[in-house]
């Protein structure tokens, strides 16, 4: 099977950092969104998508509760693993939104907790609403002339939005999230795959 027909399951929808994980493991795949970190699974586990890509751990806050939990009821397993640097950028509709007028922020709850600190200085009175993903976060944005979004900054081109700020993650340069990728068992793997053994979570990571 080529890679270019290979279809892998990812937390969507385009633009987030499932997204970019996924490119830079599988290369030229079939990108296939999920609304949800567990519908990766879905997919995955119905053989609807022979591959599912997850984020599993961040640097700075440790595990993706939703990817752990998934992992500890499935049968599947992990076959491969990849990092990503994440560097978080603040997106909006205007770039000099005043700090006041900004009512809303969105964000997945992990981009939401890299960037604690920053939040609270920079846009204490701000309602922060954690959303499926951080691509999902700029699709709100771009429809609320009141809020912003943390996000990757491809999500600017993807979704029409401007850059309000960069690099806005609490870490620091040395923000990072490592993702899995998933499969059944019985999966056979492409040539030149990074292989990792099949391995089931049962305390800590795999």
């Known amino acids: 099977m080529s890679s270019s027909t290979l279809r892998v399951a990812f937390l969507g929808p385009l633009g987030t950092y499932s997204h970019q994980a996924t490119n830079n493991f599988f290369g030229d795949c079939s990108l296939v969104p999920c609304d949800r970190i567990v519908d990766v699974f879905?997919?995955?586990?119905?053989?609807?998508?022979?591959?599912?890509?997850?984020?599993?751990?961040?640097?700075?806050i440790g595990d993706v509760k939703e990817t752990m939990d998934a992992l500890r009821a499935t049968t599947l397993c992990v076959r491969g693993m990849t990092s990503l640097k994440i560097g978080h950028a603040l997106l909006g509709l205007e770039v000099g939104m005043r700090q006041e007028l900004v009512k809303r922020v969105y964000s997945h709850?992990?981009?939401?907790?890299q960037c604690v600190e920053y939040l609270a200085l920079r846009y204490p009175g701000a309602q922060i609403i954690p959303v499926n993903s951080t691509a999902k976060a700029a699709q709100e944005a771009a429809e609320d002339e009141e809020a912003l979004a943390i996000?990757?900054?491809?999500?600017?081109?993807?979704?029409?939005?401007?850059v309000v700020d960069t690099d806005i993650q609490d870490g620091g340069e040395t923000n990072t999230t490592r993702f899995v990728v998933i499969s059944q068992a019985s999966t056979p793997l492409p040539d030149e795959f990074p292989i990792v053994s099949n391995t089931k979570v049962s305390n800590g990571y795999p």
């Open 109 to 113: 709850e992990q981009g939401l907790g």
């Open 42 to 60: 879905t997919s995955v586990s119905s053989s609807s998508t022979p591959f599912g890509i997850v984020p599993i751990e961040n640097s700075s």
């Open 151 to 162: 996000c990757s900054i491809k999500c600017a081109e993807v979704y029409g939005l401007e």
